[in-house]
């Protein structure tokens, strides 16, 4: 019999165990909630292709039409499922089609319980429709729609905020939320145990799959995470003197369907996405908004470099201390001058010395050099570590990807074209940066005073040895 007090105990204290290892798990959920890469899994499927944003330094994942990825929603989400929740996207529709983007289906997939779908574009003009079936219902119920601007190519921020019988929509965080009733049970939803949960389709429940880029999509247990999220969005914003949209009318229509009044802009601002990582540095970062002297922006892609340019910033902002032992820096340019021009530096507080730097020599019988400069700490002079010979291209792009690895350098031009390989005098100490050290492009401060005029379409720096050879696919 003691035998036996002994494993009820026991057993009693497995259990214990359990459940509050499941309250924390559930605890932990509704806090981090889940986002799309737990969704579709790092690295994701062959089927969804990772690229990296040249329009606004993100990584985004490409959904085509053959993309088919579900899991089980109970391995992300709690039972019963959240009573008041947020959804945020971050998307670039590349068809006019309609196409669900997230959706939790029964175990049959013949209802959605929760989805989110935008409808085929119209004139312009497209809905955002919110499913919210209960339970034992027999056709997924859309609760509610909102009337938006086509979303098509265009990257697109905006999010759902559920609070009991409440839904607000937020396009980006500088309009007016639009808010709408729907009808919902008091009771708590319950979820299948074999319940499925989609990304860029709806399973057997919804044959609309999407196709385009998505960077964002996170669910989360609070109703408030949006407006948290907006908050840290205004607080960067004022610290670079970025600038909201403003707000516009709403009208409301019987049909559940809120309008907004189109704003002047035909390009909104995207919601930021705030991070601390330095493993990346692009050139709308480093270029801002709004834009500095001497630079103006051509069409959607390209900025104009006067010689007149300025974009300086505190290194230490955008890169890691020590920098890079190994990183790659990729160029789309097209110069209007044939006189030697610095394309990128970091230079030291005084700016004495290019730390870092790449400089176009000037031309000379339709050649040019590519120099590389890389100066250890305490040096007196910039030291160029390695130069290139290649064809000039006055009023043409070039495509140029500079690697570093150790103690050799590697210049990439084009996307077809063989490497060339230099080896280069290197300390195996690590490269620490003043505090006051500057960050340039098309310019080295007083380190050097030829100053790079012409176009970008393309900078980026970055950690690892990968850069040059994903922007080469992404522009296949």
Request: aromatic share 12%.
């Amino acid at each position: 019999h003691r035998r036996d007090r002994w494993s009820i105990l026991i057993w009693k204290t497995c259990i214990f165990f359990l459940l509050v290892v499941a309250s924390i798990q559930s605890q932990q959920t509704k806090e981090n909630g889940v986002d799309l890469l737990q969704l579709i899994g790092d690295p994701p499927p062959e089927s969804i292709t990772k690229v990296f944003g040249l329009e606004y330094g993100h990584a985004s994942y490409k959904f085509t039409s053959a993309a088919a990825l579900g899991q089980s929603a109970l391995a992300h989400v709690p039972n019963p499922f959240y009573r008041d929740f947020s959804l945020m996207f971050y998307i670039k529709p590349t068809t006019p089609n309609a196409s669900v983007l997230f959706a939790i289906t029964s175990s049959a997939q013949n209802l959605m319980y929760i989805g989110v779908k935008l409808s085929a574009v119209v004139s312009g003009r497209q809905k955002v429709k919110f499913f919210y079936t209960e339970p034992g219902s027999e056709s997924s119920y859309e609760a509610a729609s909102f009337d938006v601007q086509s979303m098509l190519n265009r990257w697109t921020a905006f999010s759902l905020s559920v609070a009991d019988d409440q839904l607000t929509f937020y396009q980006g965080c500088y309009k007016e939320p639009q808010v709408v009733k729907f009808e919902r049970s008091p009771d708590p939803m319950e979820i299948d145990l074999a319940s499925g949960i989609f990304v860029g389709h709806g399973g057997k429940a919804d044959p609309d799959k999407f196709e385009g880029l998505i960077a964002k999509l996170k669910l989360l247990g609070d109703p408030q995470a949006v407006e948290r999220y907006c908050e840290i969005e205004d607080d960067i914003n004022e610290a670079s003197g970025v600038s909201g949209e403003g707000s516009g009318e709403t009208n409301q229509h019987e049909d559940n369907t809120v309008r907004a009044t189109p704003q002047p802009s035909l390009v909104p601002k995207p919601i930021v996405i705030p991070s601390t990582d330095k493993s990346k540095v692009t050139l709308k970062q480093l270029v801002g908004d709004p834009l500095p002297a001497g630079i103006t922006l051509e069409g959607t892609s390209f900025y104009k470099f006067s010689s007149s340019g300025n974009v300086n910033q505190l290194a230490l902002n955008h890169v890691p201390n020590p920098f890079y032992r190994i990183f790659s820096i990729v160029f789309r340019f097209q110069t209007s001058s044939a006189d030697a021009a610095v394309l990128f530096s970091i230079t030291d507080s005084s700016q004495k010395l290019m730390l870092v730097g790449v400089k176009l020599g000037p031309i000379k019988s339709n050649r040019q050099k590519l120099q590389f400069f890389y100066t250890e700490p305490g040096s007196e002079a910039s030291t160029e570590a390695a130069s290139f010979d290649i064809p000039a291209r006055q009023s043409m792009f070039y495509t140029l990807g500079v690697t570093v690895f150790d103690d050799q350098v590697t210049l990439q031009t084009d996307c077809e074209k063989e490497p060339q390989v230099v080896k280069f005098q290197r300390s195996p100490d690590p490269m620490v940066l003043d505090p006051g050290s500057r960050l340039f492009l098309g310019q080295a401060g007083k380190a050097d005073p030829n100053k790079f005029e012409g176009k970008f379409s393309e900078f980026t720096l970055e950690e690892g040895t990968q850069a040059f050879e994903r922007f080469c696919d992404y522009n296949d």
